[in-house]
């Protein structure tokens, strides 16, 4: 069980926005940047957002992230098929170790 | 462009060792810490090691500590993970990454590791 806590699955149609959430403690998420992956299995994990809200060049504004505490969210706006992946929030954590959560399935309906 | 490379997987038994390597280029090596990082099959994203940026230090996820050992080599632009004692769960998909600041920014492809009988 990962000790950032993300739902496991997430959906929305073509268009729409949906978040996804990830739940820490002080020790992680409140003290640390946040970060979120894009993953398809077999690839390369991709950065989408570093430092709790910034996109790498390249990213589209589509995404967004945020963070408020020990909670963080990814947003993503007009929902494209192209969108359908696993996400995973990620921190450091006071105990030197990284943390990822458990991630998220997208499923584009 | 930055580019990281694994390679060394393979399958192996329970209890044997093996070592990964990862190919660093594109970048100053010697400037950035070095993580690895694996997915077991069906799971999620699992930390596994940090290397400082000159070697100086070291930290493990609970469940490899004692038995792998991350290490690099600037001359050769090159980052290792010798993984002793291995267990059946050790199976995973093994990615380095690079860490900026507060980021795992670039990742490698990853190379499949299986531990079984």
């Known amino acids: 069980q990962s000790v950032l806590t993300q739902p496991p699955s997430a959906s929305g149609t073509p268009g729409q926005r949906v978040t996804i959430s990830c739940s820490g403690s002080n020790s992680n998420i409140g003290s640390y940047a946040i970060s979120w992956y894009q993953h398809l299995p077999g690839t390369a994990p991709k950065l989408l957002i570093y430092s709790n809200n910034q996109r790498p060049s390249g990213v589209p504004d589509r995404f967004s992230g945020s963070k408020s505490g020990t909670s963080a969210s990814l947003a993503i706006s007009g929902l494209q098929s192209e969108d359908e992946a696993d996400y995973y929030c990620?921190?450091?954590?006071?105990?030197?170790?990284?943390?990822f959560g458990g991630g998220t399935k997208l499923t584009v309906l | 462009q930055v580019q990281l490379v694994e390679s060394g997987g393979g399958v192996v038994q329970p209890g044997t060792s093996l070592r990964l390597s990862c190919a660093a280029s594109?970048?100053?090596?010697?400037?950035?810490?070095m993580h690895w990082v694996r997915q077991a099959p069906g799971q999620g994203l699992e930390w596994v090691a940090v290397i400082s940026y000159d070697g100086s230090n070291q930290y493990y996820a609970d469940s490899v500590k004692g038995r792998f050992t991350i290490s690099r080599d600037t001359s050769k632009n090159t980052l290792f993970l010798q993984m002793n004692s291995l267990r059946v769960e050790d199976t995973a998909v093994y990615y380095c990454?690079?860490?900026?600041?507060?980021?795992?920014?670039?990742w490698g492809q990853g190379t499949l590791v299986t531990v079984s009988s």
């Open positions: 990620a921190a450091w954590d006071d105990s030197l170790n990284g943390l």
């Open positions: 990454a690079r860490f900026a600041v507060t980021t795992w920014d670039y």
């Open positions: 594109g970048f100053t090596f010697s400037s950035y810490g």
